[in-house]
């Protein structure tokens, strides 16, 4: 398995940040089929990849663990999630 782990530092509260995240991951479910739960602060999720998304104030970290048949697109995942977060946190 190769692991992707990135940080993205952002300015809002707890709430705010928590109103993001949930509306990213409502977008995700219909888009992806990303299915998990919430343990506090931490989503953990198991399809289509194992993961975790950890928020809290001042970031976010995303961490996910891709199966050899992805392992070849670490570089574009990467590219994505950035993308993802920078428009969801601003840059």
Known sequence: MTKVEITKNHPLDLDAIRAAAHDALVRMRASLGLDGSWHGDVYEFSKPT?????????????????????????????????????RLLGR
């Open 50 to 86: 194992t993961g975790k998304i950890t928020i809290a104030i001042g970031f976010v970290r995303v961490e996910l663990a891709l199966g050899s048949e992805v392992q070849v697109a670490k570089g574009t995942v990467e590219k994505r999630i950035r993308g993802a977060l920078e």
